[in-house]
C-alpha cells in the first residue's frame, strides 16, 4: 500500500499523495525510454555465441508462448538504442526503424515488444499516472463540458513542475510541500516538459478563477492511471500505412472538433484540437508508437513524422504539445530504397536509426519458427479426422527454408555455412571461417547480398504448408508427409519468386535440402531395422569412443577398454573393433594412415571441447561420420543398403514380408511414424531418388 502524505498534509490534494508515492519509490516517474529499458534490463540476460561471436540474449523476449526466436543482432541493436536514448544519448531524437524482407518477422517482433511493455506497465508499481481537470463548468466559458483529461496523457509530475509560471518556484514547491532533496529535482528535472497547449491554458483559466490560490487551483485537478487497454491504442498504438487518397496528417495529429466548438466560447483555447483523433496523443504519455511500413505513407505524412521525431512534439497551427514516445518503424527493402533514391527525403533518414533485420539462418532455431508456421493445434483434414504429422516434417521443412536463405561463398558449401551457422561441426572448417564470410558480405552497399537477407521468409513457408494440407494425397492418407512439403515449396518457389536468379538459387537449395533428408530416412531405416530409436547413435559414439581408446595404455590383447561414461558418470566397457573403425574410415574417404590419424585426432579435439560444456553431446551433427557409420552397419548387417532395399521392395516371400511388417511396427510403436508416412517413408527408400 503507498504511503500516505505527511502528517498535516492529509487534507492536501491528490497531486501532493501522487508526488509523495514517487519519493518514497511506490510509484515513479521516467520517460518512454527509461520504462523500456529498465523492463529489458531487469530481466534476465545471458551471452551466446552466434556465428563465431559473443552476443547478448536478453530473456524478456524468449518469454511466452509465442515468443521472438533468434534476431540476436537486432535485438542487441534495439537494446543499445533504447538505453542510450534512457541516458539522454543522441537515440533520445531519433526513431528506430527495422528494414528488411517481408515475412522475417519485423512486425511480429514489436508486436512482441508492445505486448510485453502493456504487461510491465499493468503491474501497480510500474502503472502511468496522468490528470484531469474536474468542475471546468465553473469556470464559465466551457459550455456544458465538467472533465477535461490530458489530451497527451502528461503525467502529473509534468503538471507539478509547471503549476507556477517561474520555474523556482515549482522547484520550491517540490522542495518545501513535498520534501525532494535539491539532488532528487536535479534528477526530475532532466526529463522536464512544459504542458501541452490545452493543459497550460485551462491551467491558467483555473489560475485566474482561484485568484493565484493554489490550494483551491489543486481542487480541480484528479490523478488517475492511464487507460491500458489495446483497443484503445492507449500506450501501444500502430498507424499503419494507408493509400494517398484517406491517408492524412490528421490520424497522426488530430484535428479541430466541431463538438467542442459548440461548447467553447473562446475561439484562441485550444482544447478545440481534439488529439485524441490522431494515433500520437494516445501513445504519448509515455507509450510506444509503432509506424508500419513508415516509407510507403505519401511524403507530407513522412515530413509530419519527421517533425514529430525530431522534436518529439504535435504541432497544429503553432500551438505544441510535448510528447514522450518511443517511435519504432518497419519498413521492407523495396519500399526504403524507393525512399533512398528520393534524395530530398534524406533528412528523415538522417533521424532514423536503420536496422537491417536479416532472417533466421541457425536450422535448429527454424525448428521452432516451422512449429509456429505449421501450427500448435491438433490438425484435422477435410473429412474432421484426425491428421498426423510425419517425424521429419519439421526438420525437412526448416532446412529447406534455411537453405535458401545462406547466400553462396567460395570458402563454405551450403551444407557447411548451414552447419555451421547452427554451432554445428562442419568437417575441417571452422566457425572462424564462417565469420570470415559473413564480414566480407555484410560489406556489400547491396543489403539484399548480406548475410541472411534473402530468401524465402515464414509467410512463404506458411504458403507451403498450407499447400501441403490442401492437398488430396495428404487428406486421403491422414498424414502431412514430410517429402510432400518439397513439392510444396517449390511450387511456391515458382509462384511467388519473381526473380530468376533467386529462382534458380532456391530451387539449387531444394535439391540440397532433399539430398540431406535421403540422408536423413538412411539412418532413420537402420534405427526401423535395429528396433532402436537411437540405434545409429550408439554406433556413432562406440566409433568416437574406439578411436580415444586405441591408444589406451590398459588396452589388453583381448582389445576390451573401460572406460568412465561422461553422460551417466558409469563404468563400462567396450570392445575395440579395429575393422569397425577402419571400415568407417574408408566410407569417409580417408585411404593413408595419415589422413585417417588427422581425422580421428579432429574428432578427439571435439570431443574434449563439447563434452566439457555439453556431457550429452553425441556427435549426431557430424552428417559425414552418421552417414558413413550408417551404411557401415547397413553394409555388415545386412550384406548393404542395395539388399534392405531389395527386401523390403520385393515382399514376395514370406521372411522379406516379416521385416517390413518388423520395421513398420518399429516406426509406428518407437519413432512416432503413422502407417501412411511409415509406408510412404519405406517407399521412398527403396527408390534411387535424390542420391547425392
Given amino acids: 500500500m503507498p504511503k500516505k502524505a505527511p502528517s498535516g498534509a492529509e487534507a492536501k490534494s491528490q497531486l501532493h499523495q501522487h508526488l509523495f508515492d514517487v ?9 518512454a525510454f527509461q520504462g523500456v529499458a529498465r523492463m529489458i534490463l531487469e530481466n534476465e ?15 524478456i523476449f524468449r518469454n511466452g508462448k509465442k515468443h521472438v526466436i533468434g534476431m540476436y543482432d537486432e535485438i542487441n541493436s534495439f537494446v543499445s538504442y533504447v538505453k542510450d536514448a534512457a541516458e539522454s544519448g543522441s537515440s533520445k531524437e531519433m526513431a528506430f526503424v527495422l528494414v528488411g524482407e517481408p515475412g522475417n518477422g519485423k512486425t511480429f517482433f514489436v508486436e512482441f515488444l508492445c505486448g510485453q511493455y502493456r504487461t510491465f506497465l499493468s503491474k501497480p508499481e510500474n502503472r502511468k499516472y496522468t490528470f484531469r481537470f474536474k468542475g471546468i463548468d465553473a469556470l464559465g466559458h466551457y459550455g456544458r463540458i465538467h472533465t477535461i483529461e490530458s489530451q497527451t496523457y502528461e503525467d502529473p509530475m509534468i503538471l507539478a513542475m509547471n503549476l507556477f509560471d517561474h520555474p523556482d518556484d515549482n522547484r520550491e514547491f517540490l522542495a518545501r510541500e513535498i520534501g525532494f532533496d535539491a539532488k532528487a529535482i536535479e534528477r526530475l528535472y532532466d526529463d522536464y516538459r512544459p504542458l501541452g497547449a490545452c493543459s497550460g491554458y485551462i491551467w491558467n483559466d483555473i489560475r485566474q478563477h482561484a485568484n493565484d490560490d493554489l490550494k483551491r487551483m489543486l481542487t480541480f485537478v484528479d490523478i488517475m492511471p492511464v487507460p491500458l487497454t489495446e483497443s484503445l491504442g492507449t500506450v501501444t498504438g500502430k498507424y499503419p500505412a494507408k493509400d494517398k487518397i484517406t491517408s492524412s496528417a490528421v490520424d497522426l495529429l488530430g484535428e479541430e472538433s466541431i463538438q467542442r466548438l459548440l461548447h467553447i466560447t473562446d475561439t484562441n483555447n485550444p482544447y478545440r484540437f481534439d488529439l485524441r483523433r490522431g494515433a500520437l496523443a494516445r501513445v504519448a504519455g509515455g507509450g510506444i508508437h509503432f509506424a508500419d511500413e513508415i516509407y510507403k505513407n505519401k511524403k507530407d505524412l513522412v515530413q509530419v513524422y519527421l517533425g514529430v521525431i525530431q522534436n518529439r512534439n504535435i504541432e497544429i497551427d503553432g500551438y505544441k504539445w510535448p510528447i514522450d514516445t518511443l517511435i519504432i518503424a518497419t519498413s521492407n527493402n523495396s519500399e526504403f530504397n524507393r525512399f533512398l533514391a528520393e534524395k530530398e527525403e534524406a533528412p528523415i533518414v538522417d533521424r532514423c536509426r536503420i536496422c537491417y533485420v536479416s532472417h533466421n539462418t541457425n536450422y535448429k532455431m527454424q525448428k521452432e519458427l516451422t512449429t509456429y508456421a505449421v501450427g500448435t493445434e491438433a490438425r484435422t483434414t477435410l473429412m474432421r479426422e484426425s491428421l498426423h504429422q510425419d517425424p521429419n516434417l519439421n526438420h525437412a521443412a526448416s532446412v529447406a527454408v534455411v537453405l535458401s536463405r545462406l547466400p553462396r561463398s567460395e570458402k563454405l558449401n551450403a551444407i557447411e555455412t548451414m552447419k555451421l551457422a547452427a554451432g554445428e561441426v562442419a568437417g575441417e572448417k571452422s566457425i572462424k571461417t564462417l565469420a570470415e564470410v559473413i564480414d566480407t558480405l555484410n560489406q556489400e552497399p547491396d543489403i539484399t547480398k548480406r548475410f541472411g537477407q534473402k530468401g524465402l521468409g515464414q509467410r512463404n513457408l506458411g504458403r507451403a504448408v498450407q499447400l501441403l494440407t490442401e492437398s488430396s494425397e495428404t487428406n486421403e492418407g491422414q498424414c502431412m508427409f514430410a517429402y510432400d512439403i518439397f513439392l510444396a515449396i517449390e511450387r511456391i518457389i515458382l509462384d511467388y519468386v519473381t526473380e530468376a536468379n533467386d529462382r534458380a538459387k532456391y530451387l539449387e537449395d531444394l535439391k540440397t535440402a532433399k539430398g540431406l533428408y535421403r540422408e536423413r530416412i538412411m539412418t532413420e531405416m537402420f534405427n526401423a531395422y535395429m528396433d532402436e530409436p537411437l540405434a545409429i547413435r550408439k554406433d556413432v ?24 561414461d561422461p553422460q551417466t558418470g558409469e563404468l563400462r566397457a567396450l570392445k575395440i573393433d579395429e575393422r569397425f573403425i577402419k ?30 560444456v555439453d556431457s550429452n553431446y553425441d556427435f549426431m551433427d557430424n552428417l559425414e561420420l552418421v552417414k558413413a557409420v550408417t551404411d557401415v552397419r547397413l553394409k555388415s548387417d545386412i550384406a548393404g543398403a542395395g539388399s534392405l532395399i531389395g527386401a523390403l521392395a520385393n515382399r514376395t516371400n514370406e521372411e522379406n514380408q516379416k521385416l517390413y511388417d518388423r520395421m513398420v511396427s518399429t516406426m509406428l510403436e518407437k519413432l512416432g511414424y503413422c502407417r501412411t508416412c511409415a509406408q510412404k517413408t519405406i517407399e521412398y527408400f527403396c527408390t534411387q531418388e535424390d542420391e547425392n
Avoid at 519519493?23 to 520517460?31: L, P, V
Fill in 583 to 612: 571400415s568407417v574410415e574408408e566410407r569417409l574417404g580417408l585411404k593413408t594412415e595419415e589422413q585417417r590419424e588427422t581425422f580421428r585426432t579432429s574428432i578427439r579435439k571435439i570431443y574434449g571441447q563439447k563434452i566439457s
Fill in 23 to 31: 519519493k518514497e519509490g511506490a510509484r515513479r516517474f521516467e520517460n
Fill in 541 to 564: 559414439m562406440n566409433y568416437v569412443n574406439m578411436i580415444i581408446g586405441i591408444d589406451a595404455e590398459n588396452l589388453g590383447p583381448d582389445k576390451m577398454w573401460k572406460y568412465k
Fill in 45 to 59: 540476460i545471458s551471452k551466446v555465441v552466434v556465428n563465431g561471436k559473443t552476443t547478448y540474449d536478453f530473456n
